[in-house]
């Protein structure tokens, strides 16, 4: 019987197996043996050191909550698409009534309407399964604004709440043109561009935020005029310029904590070109004659896509 690093036995030939010293290649391994008793034989548990375990940060990624919804990617992007629908009804009702009940001033409650819309639906486009359906599923939300906006655009359908918190004067026809190209422009930026590319971050974030708090703090801080158009604040093009990258550069870390884009000081610098493009864009005088929510998208692609 071999217990306890001893050797017992009647027999005299194994005596010697007690002076004998384990060879130095095999001392790390024979202290590591672990015998186990038995009374008629030798049984030894040897532990073999295991593999390292090597993890990849590029390749383990942050689950997406788009799979928590359902197993079937079609069934998840069908919620995720529900629930993205009532976040932007949500919103459009809120905004609807602090216009009906005169809370905030007619140009005001539309730009809070033009900042909240786009950004808030981005922010459920994590909702979506990784299937190559999903962005056409994110894309019919606002895309379904397109044609309301056609409808009560062309008088077809009457709705005065909608017209009241998006009109500039009240005017029906005008979500024709700012409110038309606004809902185009997201879902082109949607079903194009996607979440994995900053240009669909650039397009929005300098359209919603850069955009929006251009006219907000222009109206109200925008005493000093730009010297080549009167129309526009030295206060709102600041304001313009500095929201709309802010803005990407937070959903930048929005999706890269979700895996669907790379963050690096190198897309940090291609968001402020992008954003000072735009606003020097909205800074010129033909602005006042073509629809600032035509130009910013415009811009916003053609220089995005030369630097991403």
């Known amino acids: 019987m071999f217990c306890c690093n001893a050797i017992v036995g009647t027999s005299p ?70 629930i993205s629908f009532g976040v932007a009804l949500s919103l459009l009702r809120l905004w609807q009534e602090t216009a009906k009940r005169g809370i905030f001033d007619q140009k005001l409650n539309r730009k809070l ?40 655009g062309l008088g077809i359908q009457k709705d005065e709440a909608t017209v009241k918190s998006m009109s500039r004067f009240g005017d029906y026809r005008e979500l024709l043109k700012g409110p038309l190209y606004y809902v185009s422009t997201i879902t082109f930026a949607c079903a194009m561009y996607w979440r994995t590319s900053p240009l669909s971050v650039a397009l929005i974030c300098n359209l919603c935020a850069g955009d929006g708090m251009a006219d907000i703090v222009g109206r109200r801080f925008g005493s000093k005029k730009i010297p080549y158009n009167g129309n526009k604040s030295l206060a709102g093009s600041i304001a313009m310029a500095s929201s709309g990258f802010l ?50 998208p415009l811009t916003s692609i053609l220089v995005g896509s030369m630097i991403f």
């Open 13 to 82: 030939n194994l005596q010697f197996v007690k002076r004998l010293k384990p060879l130095r290649p095999f001392s790390g391994l024979l202290s590591k043996v672990k015998p186990n008793c038995s009374s008629h034989s030798f049984r030894f548990s040897i532990p073999l050191p295991e593999a390292p375990t090597r993890l990849s940060r590029r390749i383990l990624t942050p689950l997406s909550p788009g799979s928590m919804l359902h197993d079937n990617p079609a069934v998840s992007d069908v919620y995720a698409t529900a």
């Open 247 to 296: 803005a990407s550069i937070g959903y930048m870390y929005y999706f890269s904590s979700f895996g669907y884009i790379e963050q690096s000081w190198r897309m940090i610098l291609g968001f402020l070109i992008v954003s000072i493009a735009t606003t020097v864009v909205e800074s010129l005088p033909i602005s006042s004659e073509i629809d600032d929510n035509l130009t910013v």
């Open 113 to 152: 309407v033009h900042i909240s819309i786009g950004l808030a639906f981005m922010l459920c486009w994590p909702l979506f399964s990784s299937g190559s359906q999903a962005p056409l599923f994110a894309a019919f939300v606002p895309g379904v604004n397109i044609i309301r906006m056609l409808l009560i």
